[in-house]
């Protein structure tokens, strides 16, 4: 066997397992790992972030981007602990990390050395794996079963590592085991389990299919499902493009970020195929609703709701199975109600966009974005406002893909995402969208996207306010208290840092600076770009509530709603209006 150190012989099981690019700061408790990463640096990029927080949050995004698993490092003590906020947010949303965490010598541990601290119990809350190695050679070893079980729970693993160990010579040839996803086998469903569901849908008068990332590989089915049984299509808010966004059957998302046609067609539905989620709001649709849940975790099967049916089974075999069923559904009233609701919908975002007569609307933003991304773009979302925007707005229709924040929501996500998406994806076209809260948390690794050369266009929405939490101080009718940010010129700040900085504070300089934006990729620009836009403070429209049943919410409640949100009735009518119509 080949005498190698034990750092690299790490870095030589990270190469086999395919990982490309790994994210972290070194310090005097990791160095001989990190010369172990340069002895592999042909195969291996170290990206040096300049807060271990945004290089576990970009490993995060890694996982959610490409289902590779994301890697990142940090030092004892501080840095270990600034790994935290990424690792949390990776478990919430349930992908593969691996975090490789120093510790201090072996010889020094136990001693209440400078900086070191029993790590270990730190991370057992957010890591389904974690172990401390106790000599040289058992670091590949406890790495490679460190990966296999962060690809086998879709979860985190950490491996804490004394720094003289990994220092240290040992005899290593890489595994003959091949490096292999863990991939869990496909259940298909029962053929009693499909009959129920086929009775449940034909007794069904007004059925809607609901969408999860579970169904992420199955855009093509889900698409054939609901036009073959006319059914109005929800997604979850992470599985946003799970069906084309501008499908005329895709009514959005419901709750806070979603849209009008959502809440309204789950509220009047009569039957929900629940399928690959298990989104924690669906406590909240109507008692009466008849409930079917497919889902191909056991444990996730009426978690969130009584489910009246249940069907274990993965998402893309459930309706590859369902699409062979002998009978079809023509367009329903129902469901030309549903499509009529989600045309006024958009038609309203559109009117929203063109309008900047007392400031640029964030509407507008998200329109430009849409008209100039590329038909395979990724995006980086952060937290707040924003991201009810981009959900609304972004096209996620072609080969688009996205990360967010979705169960953890941390502010910040944004920029650590670009970061990720323009390394695994370095020939797509990358774009994030911040507020000005998130993007002040994580602006100094603005410096990696230029050390890097990662032409990432970074929109910072700037309304000096904590908008999100704004709402929900309006809704306790609480004092707008401490949620007031300074300002700053953003552009002029990115341009300090070594990026390109643009402006815009109305339609015509938002127009001219995506043209200077479009110039630049022409150009083959290496430099990361931000724009800043400065936005009207609006409150944008809550749809996790939308009272504008008369009959039901009754008039003064309508009236308050539709004049706080400016949506007219001859413009958005309510369902039960649009439903009458069709029905006549």
Do not use: C
């Amino acid at each position: 066997m080949t005498k190698i150190k034990a750092g690299q012989a790490l870095a030589k099981v990270l190469v086999d397992w395919k990982i490309d690019h790994l994210y972290g700061i070194t310090a005097d408790s990791i160095n001989n790992t990190v010369d172990g990463l340069y002895q592999e640096r042909e195969n291996l990029k170290y990206i040096q972030v300049r807060h271990e927080e945004i290089g576990a949050l970009a490993a995060a995004a890694d996982a959610k981007l490409t289902g590779t698993i994301g890697v990142s490092f940090g030092s004892a003590g501080p840095g270990a602990v600034h790994l935290l906020n990424g690792l949390y947010d990776a478990k919430m949303d349930h992908v593969p990390v691996l975090a490789i965490v120093g510790q201090s010598a072996t010889a020094i541990m136990n001693t209440n050395f400078f900086q070191e601290m029993n790590q270990d119990p730190i991370f057992a809350d957010v890591a389904e794996f974690h172990k401390q190695v106790t000599n040289a050679e058992q670091i590949p070893y406890v790495v490679d079963e460190a990966i296999r079980s962060a690809y086998a729970t879709h979860s985190v693993s950490v491996v804490i590592i004394p720094d003289d160990l990994s220092g240290q010579e040992i005899e290593f040839n890489n595994f003959k085991t091949a490096s292999i996803k863990a991939i869990k086998q496909a259940i298909a469903p029962k053929a009693e389990d499909l009959h129920a569901v086929e009775q449940a849908l034909k007794a069904a008068k007004q059925p809607i299919l609901w969408v999860g990332k579970g169904a992420f590989n199955a855009r093509q089915e889900v698409v054939a499902v609901a036009e073959k049984f006319s059914l109005p299509v929800l997604s979850t808010a992470p599985a946003t493009g799970v069906m084309p966004t501008d499908h005329p059957s895709f009514m959005g998302s419901r709750g806070r970020l979603g849209t009008k046609p959502a809440f309204e067609v789950s509220q009047a539905a009569d039957l929900v195929l629940f399928v690959g989620t298990n989104f924690p709001f669906a406590r909240y649709l109507p008692a009466d609703i008849k409930f079917v849940q497919v889902n191909n975790n056991l444990a996730d099967l009426g978690k969130q709701r009584d489910a009246d049916l249940t069907v274990l089974s993965d998402a893309k075999l459930f309706l590859q199975a369902l699409l062979k069923l002998d009978y079809s559904v023509a367009p329903t009233p129902f469901l030309k109600a549903a499509q009529a609701d989600k045309h006024n919908w958009d038609k309203w975002l559109q009117a929203l966009a063109q309008d900047d007569h007392a400031g640029l609307r964030a509407e507008s933003v998200m329109a430009a974005i849409k008209k100039n991304a590329a038909a395979d773009a990724v995006f980086g979302l952060d937290v707040g406002n924003n991201t009810e925007w981009a959900i609304r707005q972004l096209p996620l229709n072609q080969q688009q893909r996205f990360s967010m924040s979705a169960w953890y929501g941390t502010m910040g996500f944004g920029l650590p995402a670009g970061l990720a998406g323009k390394l695994s994806f370095p020939d797509k076209q990358n774009w994030t969208i911040s507020g000005d809260g998130g993007f002040a948390m994580v602006m100094p690794d603005l410096l990696t996207e230029v050390k890097y050369q990662l032409p990432v266009i970074n929109i910072v929405l700037e309304n000096q306010v904590f908008g999100f939490i704004q709402h929900e101080k309006l809704l306790a009718h609480q004092a707008p208290y401490g949620i007031d940010l300074q300002g700053a010129d953003w552009a002029k700040a990115a341009e300090g840092l070594g990026a390109i900085g643009l402006r815009a504070t109305n339609l015509a300089e938002l127009k001219t600076a995506m043209q200077k934006i479009n110039q630049l990729q022409a150009a083959d620009n290496r430099l990361p770009i931000v724009l800043a836009a400065k936005i009207k403070n609006v409150d944008p429209i809550d749809t996790s509530f939308v009272p504008v049943e008369r009959a039901i919410f009754g008039d003064q409640m309508v009236d308050q709603y539709r004049q706080q949100y400016a949506i007219a009735e001859d413009q958005q009518p309510a369902f039960s209006q649009l439903l009458a119509k069709f029905n006549a």
